[in-house]
């Protein structure tokens, strides 16, 4: 028997046109919650499933268990082997996708309307009875070693650990989450077991199906699939404190561009002001070809292929960060045109034309990422990450258009900071004011 | 030649079969722009794509670079709009657009919610024929474009290793040369050389518009007319014919170290036939090749051998790009794991390939591979730009519509026969190129803080 508990006809109004996506909460006889969509036109089913903890969870002297542990799922599970996992799933035409973070560990999964049963019954060993055989543990470590050994010989990877080992220090965020050569390597079958006890558990588990599947389906299939995991986890560890102060790190390297990484501390999703703090981002680096950064490094110095910038909403900690590649003959250049547009930021916020403008894309933009099975059961899970009301597209819009160019100057001067701004620059830079 | 009231030729291609369940219409406009349509009515979103039949492998002598450079150039104004005006105005729709460049096509496309189509296509049409590029703007574009290479390039050994290992294989025809083109010739492209192919090239009878989402079919026609059906054809427009490969004689090899290598490997480029319209058969059995050889490393051939039974490989793989105007490649690639030389991978690569070609396709694999083609079609269905991207990429490159739509039955219909004589076919060392990835002894890449 499937109680629903709530259900919520979303009219999502997107601007211009009309999009609508109905989005049922729906709870399985054993307790499960998941958002569900049906829809039937393609007959087959998107399930995300996301595992809050993730390497987060990882102890202190096993970073990288989770990573590994997370790889090792499809590489042998209750009575078949890797290769015999593997043709079970060909055979079925189904596939699950397995994505360690540093806040979760993501399952993807789809599988054709003709097999759902075997498919779930597939991704229930992977999921509750992986074996770790020595073999396979051998043969996916050297892999995640060698991805560590190539990180540390990337230009971006370089900068990118440089900036959270220094910004977070203490916490696990300072390190990947593939953890370190010398922590893998010692990595014993103990502590794969002990990972996958504590990544994967009910009670941090979200969950969105969208696609050829009814609601007494998905409850049904959801207590098969999920009822055999652990009900807790340990405790999720503490906040972890943004702790780079502003100026450079340089980190020499050999090649024709130098590639910054730059940021400071953010603000969290649930803070009244992040909209407001949303919108500054979208003109001051967002991603787009007309951000400020973007014309000022681009379009009119020609310095750059792209720069971008974004609010980094993690579940222990926030950012503002950013990353560039230009010409190490101009490095110092790109820092000081990005510290000036800081400042600007900071001093004068933005104007009613650019809030008008940016608010007009956001809105516009909002609905059209609900566009397929599976990109829509991705964005159902991140909101019940967030802790979003399951209304929530259909205030979305609102918020962003509730923002004020007063509202825009008064976050930009409080949040946007010159003194906590912090670069950290991999290559051969030129024209640094004064390195660290 | 103005066509007012053009009489548009209109073929209707839906098929039940649950291999192409997508509902597609093509025709074609009397200037000769080819229109495809492909309707998904799940959520209020169209993709508006035009693709130009021309790209790298089209480009003059010494001018490598060209036709990216202009893809980034169209971005610019028109007679009618300022620079970036055509960006911000999709923008201004909630809408995202980009372009891309290849060796066979250039493609625009924008994503926008589907009442705006009209918008996008006023746009398009605006800048297939009214292009205005101003010196100083085209100038520090190429700065962009030298650091979009200085970033994708340079800043990868394994791109420099393509680059090396591409100019190889093709000994005469353009696809040799790098799609963002070699440096130095991307550092000499003038306004002139821009604007000189653009008008060479950019015209309807030149192009493919392909929209997919939420629309109807006649719209779309309404539409297409209104905005492109004015331009007129460009009867100047060079035949497509490109410098062919002469008979390959003689394998070539080459090792490049970078200091940026961690993990050595080997790759070998085979040149490989190309689908052809209405001969799609080889290719098909060298998609399915390279699928059984190296797809999933748990059950594909090289992965067995290699990663799980013999464990001298890190990684092991088969790629065969199957869409192309002329003929393209077939490559394998090997990471040994630490300890292993590249000689003992490369002869235990080639080992496993000559036990495969005595040995035979193990039917049981073959049919799962069949299946997951099949079912692949239903997942596809799932993402109307990847589908509007294989209409668009195969019109470009030669193929029709019909065999677009009959690419999965040619993929279900293949044997094991057929991929035996596609694999003995491709498997010739003469035609070959084999590179070695090792790491230069170099401890400027090392890292360590100032």
């Known amino acids: 028997m499937l109680r629903i508990l709530s259900f919520v006809a979303t009219l999502l109004i997107a601007l211009p046109a009309q999009a609508q996506i109905d989005i049922r909460e729906v709870e399985s006889p054993g307790g499960i919650t998941a958002w569900l969509v049906e829809e039937h036109s393609i007959p087959f089913v998107a399930l995300e499933l996301r595992f809050g903890g993730g390497a987060n969870v990882d102890e202190e002297g096993a970073r990288g268990a989770v990573n590994l542990m997370t790889g090792l799922l499809e590489e042998g599970a209750g009575d078949l082997d890797a290769a015999g996992f593997a043709i079970a799933a060909e055979e079925l035409a189904a596939s699950f996708r397995f994505s360690p973070g540093h806040d979760a560990v993501s399952v993807s999964a789809r599988f054709l309307t003709e097999n759902p049963d075997e498919a779930v019954a597939l991704l229930r060993l992977a999921l509750v009875e992986p074996r770790f055989d020595p073999e396979a543990v051998e043969r996916v470590r050297g892999q995640v070693l060698a991805g560590i050994r190539s990180d540390r010989v990337r230009a971006t990877a370089i900068a990118a650990q440089e900036f959270n080992a220094r910004a977070f220090e203490g916490h696990p965020y300072a390190a990947p989450i593939e953890g370190t050569e010398e922590s893998v390597a010692a990595l014993t079958r103990e502590d794969l077991l002990r990972a996958h006890e504590w990544a994967l558990t009910r009670d941090r588990l979200h969950v969105a199906a969208v696609g050829d599947i009814t609601a007494e389906e998905l409850g049904d299939l959801l207590d098969r699939l999920l009822g055999d995991l652990p009900a807790s986890a340990p405790p999720a560890p503490g906040e972890a404190e943004f702790s780079l102060a502003a100026g450079e790190t340089v980190i020499p390297f050999g090649a024709p561009q130098s590639v910054i990484v730059f940021g400071q501390p953010g603000l969290d999703f649930d803070d009244p002001d992040y909209f407001a703090a949303f919108v500054m981002n979208e003109v001051l680096g967002g991603g787009r070809f007309s951000t400020r950064l973007m014309r000022e490094l681009r379009e009119t110095r020609g310095l750059t292929y792209g720069v971008g910038t974004a609010l980094i909403s993690r579940d222990h900690a926030n950012a503002l960060m950013g990353q560039v590649s230009v010409p190490n003959a101009r490095a110092g250049e790109a820092v000081e045109l990005i510290r000036q547009e800081w400042a600007r930021m900071a001093e004068q916020g933005i104007t009613a034309e650019e809030l008008e403008r940016t608010q007009t894309f956001l809105t516009g933009a909002y609905p059209l990422r609900f566009d397929g099975n599976a990109n829509i059961a991705q964005i159902l899970v991140s909101m019940q990450a967030e802790g979003m009301p399951i209304d929530y597209p259909n205030t979305r819009n609102e918020r962003v258009m509730a923002v004020t160019v007063e509202d825009v100057q008064r976050v930009a001067a409080e949040l946007l900071s010159l003194d906590r701004l912090h670069f950290v620059i991999v290559g051969q830079p030129e024209g640094l004011a004064a390195a660290e | ?450």
């Open chain 2, 1 to 450: 030649m103005m066509a007012k009231f053009a009489a548009v030729f209109m073929a209707v291609l839906f098929c039940a079969l649950p291999l192409r369940a997508q509902e597609v219409t093509s025709f074609t406009l009397d200037n000769g722009l080819d229109v495809v349509v492909i309707e998904d009515h799940r959520a209020p979103v169209v993709v508006h794509m035009v693709w130009y039949r021309v790209g790298a492998a089209d480009e003059p002598p010494g001018k490598s670079g060209i036709a990216h450079f202009l893809e980034h150039l169209m971005f610019k104004g028109t007679e009618t709009r300022a620079s970036g005006e055509f960006s911000a105005t999709v923008e201004a729709q909630g809408g995202r657009d980009n372009a891309f460049t290849s060796w066979d096509y250039t493609g625009y496309f924008q994503r926008v919610a589907a009442d705006r189509l009209d918008l996008m296509m006023e746009m398009e049409a605006d800048r297939m024929v009214n292009l205005r590029l101003p010196e100083a703007e085209v100038l520090t574009e190429r700065d962009v474009v030298l650091e979009e290479r200085n970033q994708v390039v340079e800043g990868s050994p394994g791109a420099i290793f393509r680059e090396i290992q591409r100019a190889a294989l093709f000994m005469n025809h353009p696809y040799r040369a790098p799609i963002i083109g070699w440096r130095d010739e991307i550092a000499a492209l003038t306004p002139e050389d821009a604007v000189a192919f653009y008008d060479a090239h950019y015209a309807p009878n030149n192009a493919i518009l392909v929209v997919a989402g939420a629309v109807e079919p006649e719209d779309v026609r309404e539409l297409a007319q209104a905005h492109y059906g004015p331009i007129p054809a460009n009867a100047a427009l060079p035949p497509r014919t490109r410098p062919q490969e002469p008979v390959h004689r003689a394998e070539r090899r080459f090792t490049y170290a970078d200091a940026r290598v961690s993990e050595p490997y080997v790759s070998r480029s085979y040149l490989a036939p190309n689908r052809r319209s209405r001969a799609q058969e080889e290719a098909a059995a060298l998609t399915v090749l390279a699928e059984l050889l190296g797809g999933n490393p748990a059950t594909s051939v090289l992965g067995q051998a290699l990663q799980f039974q013999e464990q001298v490989a890190l990684f092991t793989g088969a790629s065969y790009m199957s869409v192309a105007l002329d003929p393209s490649s077939f490559d394998l690639v090997i990471a040994p794991l630490p300890g292993v030389s590249l000689q003992e991978a490369e002869d235990a690569m080639d080992r496993v390939i000559a036990d495969f070609l005595r040995d035979g396709v193990d039917p049981a694999q073959l049919e799962r591979v069949k299946t997951r083609i099949r079912a692949s079609e239903i997942y596809a269905r799932d993402n109307v730009q990847g589908l509007a991207q294989r209409y668009g990429e195969g019109l470009a490159s030669g193929l029709a519509v019909e065999d677009v739509q009959g690419w999965p039955e040619v993929l279900q219909a293949v044997s094991a026969d057929d991929v035996m004589a596609a694999a003995r076919a491709v498997f010739n060392r003469d035609r070959a190129v084999t590179g070695w990835m090792v790491q230069a002894e170099d401890a400027e890449a090392e890292g360590g803080e100032e």
